[in-house]
């Protein structure tokens, strides 16, 4: 296991391609940037952002591939942590644990989750995640609970769960979705009981 730590500003030129279960944090003095993908993950990385991170229009952490799929990987964006991207998290695998108390600000997706080996997935969001595309977040074999805001600025969904119905999908909103929300096929809740709004509608396909 490696840490890769940064609390000052750094121009990433290349991708920084971690090893399995290597350790990458941005403190709350750190700005990691640059015009390409910054980072590729792999199995058990975790992430500890306190600062800035930003790839301009594109990927900020592209985490494992359709080749070597990831699991068990974590983020965590604290209260002084912010995202801006393309795409702020794209993952391939499963197990994924995104928990946001900053700000995540990307102009495609958020995060976009494919391929879901190796168990659920939670985000647990209590600040701010922003996308423009299809979808703010696009999501498989997932649980999400939301006390912030999710928000799509175009005509895409602030929630698309992919249509496969051997997933059960989970949203627990007490916060503010901007944003029509599909569930996709499978036996999905969404649960809005903590008075949670959805800009938009809600729809529970087959399942």
């Known amino acids: ?31 990691v940037y640059g015009q390409g993908t910054l980072v590729q993950g792999r199995s058990g990385n975790s992430f500890t952002l306190a600062g800035g991170v930003s790839s301009a229009e594109y990927v900020a952490f592209q985490i494992g591939s359709a080749s070597d799929q990831a699991s068990h990987c974590q983020f965590l964006i604290t209260s002084t942590g912010v995202v ?5 998290i794209l993952y391939s695998g499963g197990g994924l644990s995104v928990v946001n108390r900053g700000s995540i600000g990307c102009t495609i997706s958020a995060i976009t989750m494919f391929n879901p080996t190796g168990g659920r997935s ?41 249509d496969v119905e051997i997933t059960d999908d989970r949203v627990i909103n007490s916060g503010f979705l901007g944003g029509s929300v599909r569930l996709g096929g499978g ?12 800009d938009g509608a809600v729809f529970g396909d087959t399942g």
């Open 187 to 198: 036996n999905d809740l969404y649960d809005g009981r903590g008075g949670g709004t959805v």
């Open 84 to 88: 801006q991207a393309g795409i702020g």
């Open 1 to 31: 296991m490696t840490l890769h730590a940064y609390n000052s500003d750094v121009l990433f030129t290349t991708t920084l391609d971690l090893g399995s279960s290597d350790d990458f944090i941005v403190g709350s003095n750190g700005f």
């Open 122 to 162: 939670i985000i647990d969001n209590a600040g701010t995640i922003v996308g423009g595309g299809s979808a703010t977040i696009l999501a498989l074999a997932c649980t999400i609970r939301n006390s912030g805001s999710i928000i799509n600025t175009g005509d895409g969904y602030s929630l698309l769960f992919q």
